[in-house]
């Protein structure tokens, strides 16, 4: 069974480019989370993607957006980066949107 | 708004000591009560989760407490080891928000050798 996956490990970034972050489910889950943790503070929610339709958003603007593909890997974009942006993203997977879920090594996101 | 709040948030513990760690919800409709550990640059790790219609939970060296008329759950680390050093969070989940974990601020728990 294979775990949670993402990639790439880490990135730089400067203010105002745009990036994508890439996470691949764990085998037979078909849902996905995306959080971001900032240093020190627990992960906040940002969206998760369940058959490939957003199924609940947290409070992030809409310059976060996401995908699902039909094999349930998922990209996290974010656009017009803003310095506070720089944190660490998480993806998490779980079957059918249930609580257990199950995450990833995460990104790390560096914006000067 | 913080969903769940948890202390302390920072822990040592001597080695074989036991390791305590709270937290206190206000929505009674959260319905599912997992502790992640992680590790520096790691993503969080499940470790042991709870429902509501049970008071405690063991695996191992860790156990959840659950008191529902409190709206608070504990993790308990007995006989804590050094390897056991890492920042553990609560969190919590609504049945109807599908799949969206609310998590606390996290405690670093450092345990002396």
């Known amino acids: 069974e294979t775990g949670v996956t993402q990639s790439p490990t880490h990135l730089i970034k400067t203010r105002g480019q745009q990036v994508t972050l890439r996470c691949s489910s764990q085998?037979?889950?078909?849902?996905v989370s995306w959080y971001q943790q900032a240093l020190g503070q627990g992960p906040q929610f940002i969206f998760q993607?369940?058959?490939?339709?957003?199924?609940g958003r947290g409070n992030f603007p809409p310059r976060f957006s996401g995908l699902q593909f039909p094999n349930y890997s998922s990209e996290l974009n974010v656009n017009a980066l803003e310095l506070d942006d720089s944190a660490l993203y998480l993806c998490?997977?779980?079957?059918?949107?249930?609580?257990?879920?199950?995450f990833g090594p995460g990104t790390r996101l560096t914006v000067l | 708004q913080q969903q769940v709040k948890q202390s302390p948030q920072s822990l040592i513990v001597q080695k074989g000591g036991i390791s305590i760690i709270n937290c206190a919800y206000e929505?009674?409709?959260?319905?599912?009560f997992p502790w992640y550990q992680q590790f520096p640059g790691k993503g969080p790790a499940l470790l042991i989760a709870?429902?509501?219609?049970?008071s405690e939970k063991k695996e191992g060296r860790f156990t959840i407490s659950f008191n529902k008329s409190a709206k608070q759950f504990s993790l308990h680390i007995m006989d804590s080891q050094p390897g056991d050093s890492a920042t553990y969070f609560c969190?919590?989940?609504?049945?109807?928000?599908?799949?969206?974990?609310?998590f606390g601020r996290g405690t670093q728990l450092t345990v002396w050798p």
């Open positions: 085998s037979g889950h078909n849902t």
């Open positions: 929505n009674t409709a959260f319905d599912y």
């Open positions: 998490a997977s779980s079957l059918d949107g249930a609580d257990t879920q199950y």
């Open positions: 709870i429902r509501p219609d049970v």
């Open positions: 993607y369940y058959r490939e339709e957003e199924n």
């Open positions: 969190a919590t989940h609504r049945g109807s928000t599908l799949g969206r974990l609310y």
